[in-house]
């Protein structure tokens, strides 16, 4: 029997055809960004490995997109293997005077006296825009005036909210940029810290980090 409307026939052909192949192209299309439709990538994480222990930070540059890729960067690039843990402020080791006493360990890039960092220094971001908080175990950026930070990372031992926006730890009120947590081996850095034992806070035997790279997603 002949089909006598030979474009109906084609129509019925093609939509098939589709119910076919369209399945197969959505399974393609979710494995082609990033998985399952639904599934949320993890964030970053970071290994660190130091001559006391390997602890692990998670960053998120969904949040605090300019600290987090400036910490990504100088990561990828190697540029903190060899570093080491050079700086540990404890109760103990601040004046006496001061108001806003905080608890951290700071780490990162260092050069010679004078040198400039080998990436650009990055803008501040607050912790009033972006959301996270100084909590026991936030990595945040060190800096001097907003617009300097660069090299030199921190993190919290307790909760220390005088480092947030509108925190009296720095005299300008803006506080530090949180970008990432520890989520792995706090025990390290509390190890780290308790190492403490000279009155200022700039170690005279820095703690060497053989190494700092992304664990796979």
């Known amino acids: 029997m002949t089909d006598r409307h030979p474009r109906r026939g084609i129509s019925i052909m093609r939509r098939r055809l589709l119910n ?3 399945p197969a192209a ?3 299309g979710a494995v082609s960004f990033g998985g399952p439709v639904g599934a949320q990538a993890r964030p970053p994480r970071v290994k660190v490995t130091t001559e006391l222990g390997d602890f692990v930070v998670e960053v998120y540059p969904d949040r605090a997109p300019t600290s987090a890729n400036n ?3 100088y990561v990828d690039k190697g540029l903190l ?5 050079y700086r540990i402020v404890t109760m103990a080791n601040q004046p006496a005077s001061t108001q806003h006493k905080i608890e951290v360990i700071q780490f990162g890039w260092r050069g010679a006296e004078g040198q400039e960092p080998p990436l650009p220094r990055i803008a501040h971001e607050t912790t009033d825009v972006i959301g ?3 909590l026991d175990g936030t990595l945040s950026m060190a800096r001097l005036a907003t617009g300097t930070a660069s090299a030199a990372f921190f993190i919290c031992v307790g909760d220390q909210p005088s480092l947030d926006f509108g925190g009296g730890r720095h005299p300008d009120g803006q506080g530090f940029a949180a970008f990432g947590k520890v989520v792995e081996g706090m025990d390290v850095v ?3 810290h308790a190492t403490r034992a000279e009155p200022a806070d700039r170690l005279a ?3 060497p980090i053989s190494k700092a790279a992304r664990l796979p997603v």
């Open 20 to 22: 076919a192949i369209l």
């Open 26 to 28: 959505l399974a393609v």
């Open 71 to 73: 910490f990504l960067a």
């Open 81 to 85: 293997d060899g570093q080491s843990v």
């Open 132 to 134: 996270l908080k100084h």
């Open 190 to 192: 509390r190890r780290i």
């Open 205 to 207: 035997r820095p703690i």
